[in-house]
């Protein structure tokens, strides 16, 4: 199991820029699809980019222009950099892992919380 702590988030104006971290609390890579999700209140949570062990990575349509997800082994974190943000980015983004078995769990982080505004 891993607990994942999200960092980054806050408030951006429009068309700004922004890193979001996650620091899980081991860094068994290979163990795990790694994710950043996001969620506005009232509506379903949307996945915004996944990465695997070997660097594959998978995009919201909508997003893959702006968004980056990346694996940083040094600093062990996985971080989404987010670019052109717009009042659409405004959401509570989770960062996730799944375990690489058929039978394998799924854990969250509690979320940080991005406003675009100007």
């Known amino acids: 199991q891993v607990q994942l702590v999200e960092s980054g988030g806050g408030f951006v104006q429009p068309g700004g820029s922004l890193r979001l971290s996650c620091a899980p609390s081991?860094?068994?890579?290979?163990?795990?699809?790694w994710g950043w999700f996001r969620q506005v209140p009232g509506k379903q949570r949307e996945m915004v980019a996944t990465i695997t062990p070997g660097g594959q990575t998978n995009y919201a349509a909508s997003l893959k222009d702006r968004f980056t997800i990346s694996r940083d082994t040094d600093n062990g974190t996985i971080n989404l950099d987010m670019r052109d943000l717009d009042a659409g980015g405004t959401a509570v983004y989770y960062c996730?892992?799944?375990?690489?078995?058929?039978?394998?769990?799924?854990?969250w982080g509690q979320g940080t919380q991005v406003t675009v505004s100007s």
């Open positions: 081991q860094t068994r890579y290979g163990a795990y699809v």
């Open positions: 996730a892992a799944r375990q690489r078995v058929v039978t394998g769990r799924d854990y």
